[in-house]
C-alpha cells in the first residue's frame, strides 16, 4: 500500500499570501494518478486537482498542481477568505488508492 | 447536473450488518466507476472499496478484511456497500463517489454524494 504524508499539518497565512501544500508518497505514483481535494467544515471533498497539474472543473486558476515519482505540491498563489479548507492529496494509481492526512489551510 | 444519493446508513449492534446505496444521475451511470469512502469524525477519508463500470475490476482497502461487498446494478444507477461483522472502528460518514474520466477505474473522484452515517454500537 502506498502511504502519503502531507506536510505542513496547518498552515496559517493572511489573504493574498501563497500556500505551498506538499505530498509525498511512499513509492512513485503515476503522475495522472494524484489528486488534490478540498474540504470545507461540514461538506463533501471536492475535487480540485487531478493527474498532478490538471485543474478540475470550475477550479480557480489560483490553484495549481505540480511534482512526480513521490513528491507533489499543491499552490494556492493568492490566499482568500474561502480557501478555509483541509487539502488532501489521493493516489489512485495502486489499489488499495490511499489518501494523504491532510494540511488545515486557516486564514489570518 | 451529476448527483449522488446515498442511503442505507443508521445505528447497528457490533456484528451486525448494513447494505449502504448509492443512486447516480446527471451521467451515463454504465460508464464510469464507483467507489465508497468513508470519514470518521474528525479524520481524514479513508477509501473504501471501488468498482470498474461493468464489475469486472473491484478492489477493497486491506483493512476491511472481507467484511465488505461493493456491487453496481447499471439498470438501476446504483452502487451497493454490503458490510457484514461490523465493528465500532466501522464508524464514519459513508460516502459514494464517481471515478473522474470515462472508463478507467484508477481515476480521481468527482463528484462526492453528501454521504450517509454509520454508527455501530459496541
Known amino acids: 500500500e502506498i502511504v502519503l504524508t502531507q506536510s505542513p499539518g496547518t498552515l496559517s497565512l493572511s489573504p493574498g499570501q501563497r500556500a505551498t501544500l506538499s505530498c509525498r508518497a511512499s513509492?512513485?505514483?503515476?503522475?495522472?494518478?494524484l489528486a488534490w481535494y478540498q474540504q470545507k467544515a461540514g461538506q463533501a471533498p471536492r475535487v480540485l486537482i487531478y493527474?498532478?497539474?490538471s485543474r478540475a472543473t470550475g477550479i480557480p486558476d489560483r490553484f495549481s498542481g505540480s511534482g512526480s515519482g513521490t513528491d507533489f505540491s499543491l499552490i494556492i498563489s493568492r490566499l482568500e477568505p474561502e480557501d478555509l479548507a483541509v487539502y488532501y492529496c489521493?493516489?489512485?494509481?495502486?489499489?488499495?488508492?490511499?489518501f494523504g492526512p491532510g494540511t488545515k489551510v486557516d486564514i489570518k | 447536473e451529476v448527483q449522488l444519493v446515498e442511503s442505507g446508513g443508521g445505528l447497528v449492534q457490533t456484528g451486525r450488518s448494513l447494505r449502504l446505496s448509492c443512486v447516480g444521475s446527471?451521467?451515463?451511470?454504465?460508464?464510469?466507476?464507483m467507489h465508497w469512502v468513508r470519514q470518521a469524525a474528525g479524520k481524514g477519508p479513508e477509501w473504501v472499496s471501488g468498482?470498474?463500470?461493468?464489475?469486472?475490476?473491484?478492489g477493497y482497502a486491506d483493512s476491511l478484511k472481507g467484511r465488505f461487498t461493493i456491487s453496481r446494478d447499471n439498470a438501476k444507477n446504483s452502487v451497493y456497500l454490503q458490510m457484514n461483522s461490523l465493528r465500532p472502528e466501522d464508524t464514519a460518514l459513508y460516502y459514494c463517489?464517481?471515478?473522474?474520466?470515462?472508463?478507467?477505474?484508477?481515476?480521481?473522484?468527482?463528484?462526492w454524494g453528501q454521504g450517509t452515517l454509520v454508527t455501530v454500537s459496541s
Open positions: 463517489a464517481k471515478a473522474g474520466g470515462l472508463g478507467s477505474f484508477f481515476n480521481w473522484f468527482d463528484p
Open positions: 446527471g451521467f451515463k451511470f454504465d460508464e464510469y466507476g
Open positions: 468498482i470498474s463500470w461493468n464489475s469486472d475490476y473491484i
Open positions: 513509492q512513485s505514483v503515476r503522475s495522472n494518478s
Open positions: 493527474g498532478a497539474s
Open positions: 489521493q493516489q489512485t494509481g495502486v489499489s488499495p488508492f490511499s
